[in-house]
């Protein structure tokens, strides 16, 4: 059958609950990072080059962090339609499945279609399937370089389009790496191509210049740009990693969770079973392309895997780019065995564990709905330019959906009187106390103007 009926298959299933606001209870907190810097270019100032968070303090939220790609796609479509936060899952989902597309016709290359087929529809079930439609970059950024990946192996091998393929290369590529950095890794298989001897030498010294490019333009956002706007503006928000020393150890001290990520989060335990049986069937067959890419790809990944330390311990996206090279590997696994029924089973089991296991993504528990009330309480005795801080640590979430500017905090330094005074003294006006999602109930010796069971509101 047709692989583009199985990806407009399981995106038309997540579509289901499309427009839910960014409140789910996996990584809301990095949604909404995303959709309130689209609102800002939406509302403050629309310069791709100068992205703005609402957690701002009393600055201009002006800070360094990954290329706005998604974000400005979002705002683009403001400009349309009006801003509405689950715009960015509607973009995320159509480049992710796009991105699946693109996976299957490069695989479609190299191995048999029934490897190309089996594989893709892994890669769609696996925790690919929620994240595609998130607002978040992971899934949309490393669809855009599978597509870089599939134009540029075209442009090497000769592919009569070469101008073209060589410039849809550059710009997915381009674009994929500086909306993640870490789904850069992958491009280290240009390296197989680039050492074959077929591949015409002008060919490899003009992929080499144009990817040299590539890499000086992501160099200099994130080395160059993104700190000068933390030192420029004052405002630190995007996190670059740590010292591959630092990172192995503390891998090392989380092994448990980083495991966990493979053989759990990335295809569930089905899934990274049959990944097995693939690896197993590999070596058997001596599949060595299908072993050079897991090999050359997993190295790589231990680079962006130490880099991240603690990070990617307790973070289950960050494995988000290495699973499209588990899912080949399964894939070709599901593709060795001969009895068709037991690989129809396989792939049907694969789905319905992966689907089954993360259906809460599609609603909105019932004590996160009072996050979506903020903006109108605050609206009712407040302006949208006040200072606000709200009790939820190191959490965005709230504040975003108050519809405010301004601080996080714990409750304990909202217990330091010292520290509230320095809040009002910078221009905060407002103390939000959430009493469950986010934060925990506590007293504040100030006025409460808003008492509900899920939140207090106090007037500095």
């Given at each position: 059958?047709?692989?583009?009926?199985?990806i407009?298959?399981?995106?038309?299933?997540?579509?289901?609950?499309?427009?839910?606001?960014?409140?789910?209870?996996?990584?809301?907190?990095?949604?909404?990072?995303?959709?309130?810097?689209?609102?800002?270019?939406?509302?403050?100032?629309?310069?791709?080059?100068?992205p703005?968070?609402?957690?701002?303090?009393?600055?201009?939220?002006?800070?360094?962090?990954?290329?706005?790609?998604?974000?400005?796609?979002?705002?683009?479509?403001?400009?349309?339609?009006?801003?509405?936060?689950?715009?960015?899952?509607?973009i995320?989902?159509?480049?992710?499945?796009?991105?699946c597309?693109?996976?299957?016709?490069?695989?479609?290359?190299?191995?048999?279609?029934?490897?190309?087929f089996c594989?893709?529809?892994?890669?769609?079930?696996?925790?690919?399937?929620?994240?595609?439609?998130?607002?978040m970059?992971?899934t949309?950024?490393?669809?855009?370089?599978?597509?870089?990946?599939?134009?540029?192996?075209?442009?090497?091998?000769?592919?009569?389009?070469?101008?073209?393929?060589?410039?849809?290369?550059?710009?997915?590529?381009?674009?994929?790496?500086?909306?993640?950095?870490?789904?850069?890794?992958?491009?280290?298989?240009?390296?197989?191509?680039?050492?074959?001897?077929?591949?015409?030498?002008?060919?490899?010294?003009?992929?080499?210049?144009?990817?040299?490019?590539?890499?000086?333009?992501?160099?200099w956002?994130?080395?160059?740009?993104?700190?000068?706007?933390?030192?420029?503006?004052?405002?630190?928000?995007?996190?670059?990693?740590?010292?591959?020393g630092?990172?192995?150890r503390?891998?090392?001290?989380?092994?448990?969770?980083?495991?966990?990520?493979?053989y759990?989060?990335?295809?569930?335990?089905?899934?990274?079973?049959?990944?097995?049986?693939?690896?197993?069937?590999?070596?058997?067959?001596?599949?060595?392309?299908?072993?050079?890419?897991?090999?050359?790809?997993?190295?790589?990944?231990?680079?962006?895997?130490?880099?991240?330390?603690?990070?990617?311990?307790?973070?289950?996206y960050?494995?988000?780019?290495?699973?499209?090279?588990?899912?080949?590997?399964?894939g070709?696994g599901?593709?060795?065995?001969?009895?068709?029924?037991?690989?129809?089973?396989?792939?049907?089991a694969?789905?319905?564990?992966?689907?089954?296991n993360r259906?809460?993504?599609?609603?909105?528990?019932?004590?996160?709905?009072?996050?979506?009330?903020?903006?109108?309480?605050?609206?009712?005795?407040?302006?949208?330019?006040?200072?606000?801080?709200?009790?939820?640590?190191?959490?965005?979430?709230?504040?975003?959906?108050?519809?405010?500017?301004?601080?996080?905090?714990?409750?304990?330094?909202l217990?330091?009187?010292?520290?509230?005074?320095?809040?009002?003294?910078?221009g905060?006006k407002?103390?939000?106390?959430?009493?469950?999602?986010?934060?925990?109930?506590?007293?504040?010796?100030?006025?409460?103007?808003?008492?509900?069971?899920?939140?207090?509101?106090?007037c500095?």
């Open positions: 059958m047709d692989i583009r009926f199985w407009l298959f399981f995106a038309i299933i997540r579509i289901y609950g499309i427009t839910n606001p960014p409140a789910e209870v996996v990584h809301s907190w990095r949604q909404t990072t995303v959709a309130m810097v689209a609102r800002n270019f939406y509302e403050v100032d629309s310069n791709i080059f100068y703005r968070i609402d957690i701002s303090e009393d600055l201009t939220g002006i800070t360094g962090m990954e290329f706005p790609l998604l974000n400005y796609l979002v705002y683009l479509m403001s400009l349309l339609f009006g801003y509405e936060h689950w715009y960015g899952r509607l995320n989902l159509l480049v992710t499945s796009l991105g597309y693109y996976f299957y016709r490069l695989l479609k290359k190299y191995f048999s279609e029934r490897t190309a594989s893709t529809l892994i890669l769609t079930a696996s925790l690919w399937f929620v994240y595609a439609r998130k607002v970059p992971d949309f950024s490393m669809s855009l370089v599978i597509m870089g990946l599939y134009y540029g192996t075209n442009y090497l091998e000769g592919n009569a389009k070469g101008w073209k393929d060589l410039i849809l290369y550059a710009l997915f590529s381009l674009f994929g790496i500086l909306s993640k950095l870490p789904s850069g890794y992958i491009m280290v298989l240009f390296l197989l191509p680039m050492l074959n001897r077929e591949v015409k030498l002008r060919r490899k010294a003009v992929f080499a210049g144009v990817s040299v490019l590539i890499c000086v333009l992501v160099a956002w994130y080395f160059y740009w993104v700190p000068y706007l933390v030192e420029e503006y004052g405002l630190w928000h995007f996190f670059m990693g740590k010292g591959f630092d990172g192995f503390e891998i090392m001290a989380n092994l448990g969770d980083t495991l966990a990520h493979f759990d989060d990335a295809l569930k335990f089905i899934g990274f079973g049959v990944f097995v049986v693939g690896l197993v069937f590999c070596v058997l067959k001596k599949e060595k392309l299908a072993l050079w890419v897991t090999s050359i790809s997993f190295v790589a990944f231990c680079g962006v895997v130490f880099k991240s330390g603690w990070t990617f311990a307790h973070h289950a960050y494995v988000v780019p290495f699973v499209p090279v588990m899912a080949l590997v399964a070709y599901v593709a060795s065995i001969q009895k068709k029924w037991l690989q129809v089973l396989l792939l049907v694969i789905s319905i564990e992966n689907i089954g259906h809460t993504d599609f609603i909105i528990r019932a004590d996160r709905q009072a996050l979506l009330r903020l903006e109108e309480e605050f609206d009712q005795f407040s302006q949208p330019t006040d200072l606000i801080v709200a009790n939820s640590g190191e959490d965005p979430t709230a504040v975003y959906f108050a519809h405010r500017k301004g601080w996080v905090a714990s409750n304990e330094q217990s330091d009187v010292a520290y509230l005074e320095d809040l009002r003294s910078r905060c407002y103390v939000l106390v959430l009493k469950k999602v986010f934060g925990s109930e506590m007293v504040l010796n100030c006025e409460r103007i808003v008492d509900t069971e899920d939140y207090s509101i106090y500095l």
